[in-house]
């Protein structure tokens, strides 16, 4: 069944090509921050989580993509969703896999995450974190490689692995969860904190993870012979737009309880990000352009017409999803730090070698992803075929042509 990431089309091994030159620069960047620290970045004393923890953040929501396919398909029985589980559990798998490069590339030296293992903190929030990312990776590992090699035999799911996908549930609900508490525990930042901060995050997760799912469902649909079923994309559209306008509304409420509690802290934290503070506002463009994407992905959303156009359905879904990577990638984490507990102003501006870094982190992700998704199309499309096959055998021997 592997052996099939090994075959493709020219362009398929063009691209494999392309993301190994781009993970071959962060690569060495990467040994560059090795040797002279965290220095070359652009995180400082008073704003200790960049881009990196940025992506992090964001990337621990698009593992969300998984369980919104589990949670129709064993909890409803919405037979759908069957054909594209393993391509939510290959998804969770790889935006899991880039959360723990992305923490590796942050602490400097990766053997730093070996402390966790042989001087574990229970009573860190980092810990747990650690637990529930490496559990939820290993449970999709688990459901999606046991379900895609029962279709790849023709054979019915596992039963044993439904307990699987039934702990996956709780278990993506508790790893955004952990991660909202990581940051809304750190009392020294009054902007993050904020009892919502776990909604934000599900609410969040639960639009950008399907998002993604359904624009690389849309691409397979035209780079394959594998065509995802229409009434599911539709669906998970649906859940999309309801997860967005439940994250813009959480958003309001904390806009509101800001400024009507003129709480300075909380205040000073959303004028620099919308309109900037004392002259600056490195961010204020950022955020800028999130806000239109993000009602507009809802406008074409909610009408019923544009969302079954698969262009303007492409558009609202990239729409959604960059809306949630520049609000919780950069303006939650980033500005969450600006200004300081002293009301002082400490700017971010990441580095050739940091972006380079994280989009090779990125890359390596996209790298998975390809390598599980040409397993995944290869199978659908025999499957596809054998179908195709066994119609047209019944076909001629019922009309007396064997």
């Known amino acids: 069944m592997i052996e099939n990431a090994l075959k493709g089309e020219p362009r398929y091994f063009a691209w494999i090509v392309f993301l190994l030159a781009i993970i071959g620069v962060g690569f060495a960047c990467w040994i560059y921050q090795l040797y002279n620290g965290l220095g070359i970045t652009g995180m400082s004393r008073d704003i200790s989580w960049g881009v990196y923890i940025g992506q992090f953040t964001f990337l621990v929501g698009v593992a969300a993509s998984a369980v919104m396919v589990v949670i129709p398909l064993y909890l409803h029985n919405y037979k759908k969703y069957s054909k594209i589980l393993v391509f939510g559990e290959f998804l969770a798998i790889a935006a899991v896999s880039m959360c723990l490069m992305f923490v590796m590339v942050d602490i400097g030296k990766p053997s730093r995450a070996l402390n966790m293992v042989f001087h574990p903190t229970p009573h860190s929030i980092l810990f747990w974190d650690m637990i529930v990312l490496s559990g939820y990776l290993t449970i999709n590992i688990i459901v999606g490689y046991n379900c ?115 709480i300075p802290a909380h205040v000073h934290a959303f004028e620099y990000l919308f309109v900037g503070l004392d002259g600056y506002g490195k961010l204020v463009g950022w955020l800028w352009s999130a806000v239109p994407f993000a009602f507009l992905g809802v406008l074409l959303l909610l009408i019923p017409a544009a969302r079954r156009n698969e262009g303007l359905l492409i558009l609202a879904c990239v729409s959604v999803f960059y809306a949630c990577l520049i609000d919780k990638g950069v303006s939650l984490v980033i500005g969450g730090f600006i200004p300081n507990p002293f009301e002082e102003i400490t700017e971010y501006s990441a580095t050739f070698p940091e972006i380079a870094i994280t989009i090779a982190v990125w890359a390596i992700g996209a790298l998975i992803l390809t390598v599980l998704y040409k397993v995944a199309i290869t199978i659908r499309e025999e499957e596809a075929l054998t179908y195709d096959t066994d119609y047209y055998r019944t076909f001629h021997r019922e009309c007396g042509m064997e």
């Open 148 to 262: 895609l090699l029962a279709d790849a035999k023709k054979r019915p799911h596992p039963k044993w692995v439904e307990p699987f996908a039934y702990l996956s549930i709780p278990w993506a609900v508790s790893i955004h969860t952990v991660t909202a508490f990581l940051i809304a525990g750190l009392p020294g930042r009054e902007s993050w904190l904020t009892a919502i901060m776990a909604p934000r995050f599900l609410s969040s997760a639960f639009a950008s993870g399907p998002a993604l799912l359904i624009v690389v469902l849309l691409i397979i649909k035209h780079v394959s012979k594998f065509k995802p079923d229409e009434d599911a994309i539709q669906t998970i559209a649906k859940t999309v737009c309801y997860a967005m306008i439940i994250n813009l509304f959480f958003y309001a409420m904390e806009i509101f309880t800001a400024f009507y509690s003129q």
